[in-house]
């Protein structure tokens, strides 16, 4: 059952990228798989070794805005990240349900705005690869604020430049942290996607309403109302 939201009291949703409107399964591969390949040959080191390296690296920074920093990690494991995504980028996806969701909410008369942690050279691979710009009205890498969506100053900086109203907005992404930071922050509603990774299990959400299709969305959103209706 699709989550039993009041489309009438939204006006403005935020969408999270990776794993949310396109598929994570190519970031998963890139820094599973890519990365550690690269640092087992520049290092000369069994492949399982740069993957133990690689995985102690992540879980150090996690949830703060090196963990996303692809200047970061070029620097602290010595590979070009920012060239290694290029090479790869034809590799990016739309989630098959993505254009219909967006092209849906367009019609209705509500705003789309992008809200990633993606780094901005992540970013524009993937859009020049996906065209997804074409189908949102703002596009946000929480790298131009200088915090990344788990920390409450990232909401604060957004609402003042977009001028969104929580009680009024809808939250979509695939990480319950993030959401959890969404929702501490006043956002009214959020929803969680439980097949981010196409290559992976679906997961599940302890605290939120989750689907694995946007297009079970499509009926229940009525046109935003307006004064001459």
């Keep these: 059952m699709p989550p039993d939201f009041d489309w009438n009291n939204i006006d403005t949703v935020l969408l999270d990228m990776d794993g949310t409107l396109l598929d994570l399964a190519f970031d998963s591969q890139f820094w599973l798989q890519d990365v550690p390949l690269a640092l087992s040959q520049q290092r000369a080191i069994p492949l399982e070794n740069a993957r133990q390296i690689i995985h102690d690296e992540y879980l150090a920074v996690q949830h703060t805005m090196n963990w996303y920093c692809f200047d970061y990690w070029s620097e602290r494991l010595d590979l070009d990240i920012y060239q290694m995504t290029t090479n790869i980028g034809k590799n990016a996806r739309l989630r098959d349900d993505t254009v219909p969701f967006l092209t849906h909410l367009r019609q209705s008369g509500r705003q789309t705005i992008l809200l ?114």
């Design 116 to 229: 990633t942690n993606a780094h901005p050279h992540s970013l524009s691979v993937k859009i020049e690869h996906t065209g997804l710009d074409q189908h949102l009205d703002l596009l946000l890498s929480t790298h131009t604020f200088g915090y990344p969506k788990e920390d409450q100053r990232l909401w604060s900086a957004v609402q003042e430049q977009t001028g969104f109203n929580p009680e009024r907005t809808l939250f979509v992404d695939d990480g319950e942290p993030i959401l959890n930071a969404a929702k501490t922050f006043g956002i009214r509603y959020c929803l969680g996607i439980e097949n981010p990774d196409s290559t992976m299990a679906d997961k599940s959400f302890q605290g939120y309403p989750s689907i694995n299709d946007f297009r079970s969305l499509l009926p229940s959103i009525d046109p935003v109302a307006g004064p001459d209706r």
